[in-house]
């Protein structure tokens, strides 16, 4: 028996549409039908495997306007974002169409005969995506996982299921055979769940927030099934006094704000050198003043609403003291919020230490490059971070000193899809993207060939 869910904009507060949800015997069916498809695609030609994920990347190209018009609608991103994420899924789909052609395995020198390696396929993947960024997080998971012959089922999250199950129409279009990418839309503690405690789902790749991320985790150990968690974050920009001061301070809105600050590797802490915090803050200031937080549609948007009436009000409830300044936002129906910057007395405040997950920054000083490592550390996440300076050696010892995945050096960039992405602590378990993801989709298989009888 399936239930509806309404999907309301967040920007106006209007319903979107009204979608199913699936309930245990339909997601059953769904990982019975990957299932049975697996056994046909694993055999798939390499060179055919790529041309049909390439033409899939092609195809989501091809309706990346009508992605990102959906997403505007349905997640309150802005056309910018919508149209780099639908962007995203291309061109993910299109780096991993050339790994089917390059999966190799190694021929290892041993005593008695020949020793190979394959790389094989695990089967169905369940790929479990939250509601912060819909599209990529979804195709980070699905395009490695085809290009290495396994077969998914995709669990959007409960309010953003609309470019999801668009994609699996997409890849229909493409050619990619019945069976072989599949959109379940469902609970978590339904749909989701199901993915950990069905057998024949082979792996789980969970995005979302720490707390089930660990249940997650807790429920594979049963079947010893393979899982992948990106998690949540709590990220440092350190901005040290030999850098480009007004740079980073122009860049800092943006590394916290984008997505309403709804973002795993939001900088949403700011460590400031002693000797330039008055400088830097004054320049801030004007950044997030500037901040253009409106409606998502507009080219001019640069943020968007929060996805969600609770999620404004969970966020709100951290704003209790400490508020430096703040930003603007439009008044009215809609999960606006302005930008807020506060300046937390103590690093144990739970503004200092809780991912808030909305538009809110929290700053502080530090002395010197051993304070700035250590509070960047004190912090149970370890996902993403930047470092502000000009004397390089200085940047790149501070970055091998900070406990987190993702690092950028004079930037506030975190994801190329061309490299290894994820986290420390509990920001996560594995990495995806880069060179090395279908590694987390296959099993090393060694065989060992005699020679001398
Ligand atoms: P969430 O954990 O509530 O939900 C994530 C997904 O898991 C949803 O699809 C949900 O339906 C599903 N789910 C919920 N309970 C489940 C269960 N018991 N079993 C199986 N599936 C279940 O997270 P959210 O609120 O959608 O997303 C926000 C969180 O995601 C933040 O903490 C954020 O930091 C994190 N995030 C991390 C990354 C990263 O790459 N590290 C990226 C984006 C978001």
């Not at 004190?378 to 091998?400: E, M, T």
């Not at 992405?421 to 995806?432: A, D, I, P």
């Amino acid at each position: 028996m399936s239930t509806t869910y309404q999907i309301i904009n967040p920007a106006n507060e209007q319903i979107v549409k009204s979608v199913d949800l699936a309930d245990i015997t339909a997601t059953d069916k769904v990982i019975e039908k990957a299932n049975k498809a697996f056994e046909s695609w694993k055999k798939v030609a390499p060179g055919d495997r790529a041309k049909l994920l390439r033409t899939f990347a092609q195809v989501v190209a091809d309706h990346r306007q009508e992605l990102a018009k959906i997403e505007v609608e349905n997640a309150g991103h802005t056309i910018g974002n919508a149209l780099w994420e639908a962007d995203n899924v291309a061109n993910v789909l299109n780096y991993y169409s050339a790994a089917p052609e390059r999966l190799f395995g190694k021929q290892i020198p041993v005593a008695n005969g020949i020793d190979i390696t394959f790389k094989e396929p695990l089967g169905v993947v369940g790929v479990i995506v939250p509601w912060n960024f819909p599209m990529p997080i979804a195709g980070w998971g699905f395009a490695p996982a085809l290009a290495a012959g396994n077969t998914v089922v995709l669990k959007p999250a409960e309010y953003t299921p609309l470019t999801a199950v668009k994609l699996g129409q997409l890849a229909l279009l493409a050619g990619i055979p019945e069976g072989v990418f599949n959109v379940i839309v469902g609970k978590g503690s339904v749909v989701g769940n199901r993915f950990v405690t069905h057998p024949l789902v082979r792996k789980i790749v969970f995005t979302g927030s720490t707390t089930v991320g660990k249940q997650i985790m807790a429920g594979c150990a049963d079947q010893v099934k393979r899982v992948t968690l990106e998690l949540g974050g709590k990220s440092a920009n350190i901005i040290f006094a030999d850098s480009d001061i007004e740079r980073a301070a122009a860049a800092a809105p943006g590394a916290v704000f984008d997505n309403a600050g709804q973002d795993c590797c939001a900088r949403s802490r700011i460590l400031v050198e002693k000797s330039v915090f008055d400088k830097f803050m004054s320049s801030f200031e004007v950044a997030v003043k500037k901040f253009k937080v409106e409606d998502p549609a507009l080219p001019t948007a640069e943020m968007g609403p929060l996805i969600s009436k609770k999620q404004l009000e969970t966020v709100q409830a951290y704003l209790t003291k400490d508020i430096a300044f703040t930003g603007s936002a439009p008044k009215g129906s809609g999960y606006w919020m302005a930008p807020t910057v506060l300046m937390p007395k103590s690093a144990t405040e739970k503004v200092w230490q809780e991912e808030i997950f909305g538009p809110v920054v929290s700053v502080m000083a530090f002395d010197d490059e051993a304070d700035a490592i250590a509070k960047a550390n004190d912090s149970q996440f370890g996902l993403s971070g930047s470092i502000w300076s000009n004397n390089s050696s200085k940047a790149l010892r501070v970055a091998r000193g900070i406990e987190s995945g993702n690092l950028s050096v004079n930037s506030n960039s975190s994801v190329r899809y061309w490299t290894p992405f994820g986290g420390y602590k509990q920001s996560g378990l594995g990495r995806e993207l880069g060179p090395d993801a279908l590694d987390a989709f296959t099993e090393v298989k060694n065989v060992f060939i005699a020679t001398d009888n």
